[in-house]
């Protein structure tokens, strides 16, 4: 099975831009998250998608945002950038059965300039 | 406020000893724990994990356990390879689809292994 797919690896963007990541999840894996990786903060939560709905989110502001297909790929979108967005974007996915693994894709390096 | 912590930023240990990872937490909401494996310009890796109705799962040279009373868990690696030396995360959970049906996973900061040929 093909793990969790990425797009792009690098991104690098000016303050002010927005910018679109994308996920695909493993096949049969219907739950989504994203998480934000930082040196200072390490790995925070932002949302959770399940069945194209956003079922929980974390503690960010509303520029950053998301969604999920029908076939359970996964976007989201931070609009006007700030230099304390730079960091490793990951995406996860896990099956819907209980106390099942998150499984990480390779993430997205965003750096903002 | 950390809820899950990893009190050491850094571990050191000779190749074929013990590595011993801790990990304290605050929340009695988690009951589903897991430990992840990080390299450089990677995502995590899924290691092991285990539920709060266990307090010992093993997996090959991995095994963890878990003290509720004192909200610990530690991972232990044996034998260490090189192979091992990376970033090891903590991590917890309320349990998948608790409450309103969200996984949400609360991670520590993260302790780098050097296993030491």
């Known amino acids: 099975k093909a793990g969790v797919t990425q797009t792009p690896r690098y991104l690098i963007k000016t303050r002010g831009q927005q910018v679109t990541l994308s996920c695909s999840p493993i096949?049969?894996?219907?739950?989504v998250s994203w998480y934000q990786q930082t040196p200072g903060q390490g790995l925070q939560f932002l949302f959770e998608?399940?069945?194209?709905?956003?079922?929980n989110k974390g503690n960010f502001p509303g520029r950053f945002s998301g969604r999920q297909f029908s076939n359970s790929r996964s976007e989201m979108n931070v609009s006007t950038l700030e230099l304390g967005d730079s960091a490793l974007y990951l995406c996860?996915?896990?099956?819907?059965?209980?106390?099942?693994?998150?499984?990480f894709g390779n993430g997205t390096r965003l750096t903002v300039t | 406020d950390q809820q899950v912590k990893q009190n050491s930023p850094s571990l050191s240990v000779q190749e074929g000893r013990i590595s011993i990872l801790n990990c304290d937490y605050t929340?009695?909401?988690?009951?589903?724990f897991l430990w992840y494996k990080k390299y450089p310009a990677e995502g995590p890796t899924f290691l092991i994990s285990?539920?709060?109705?266990?307090d010992k799962n093993e997996d090959g040279r991995f095994t963890v356990f878990l003290n509720k009373s004192a909200k610990h868990l530690s991972l232990h690696i044996v034998p260490s390879q090189p192979g091992d030396s990376a970033v090891y995360f903590c991590a917890a959970s309320p349990g998948a689809y608790s409450g309103a049906g969200s996984y949400q996973l609360t991670f520590g900061k993260g302790t780098k292994l050097s296993v030491i040929p």
């Open positions: 929340n009695s909401m988690f009951d589903y």
């Open positions: 998608y399940f069945s194209e709905t956003q079922r």
């Open positions: 996860a996915s896990s099956q819907t059965d209980q106390n099942s693994p998150l499984h």
């Open positions: 096949s049969g894996h219907r739950s």
């Open positions: 285990i539920s709060s109705i266990k």
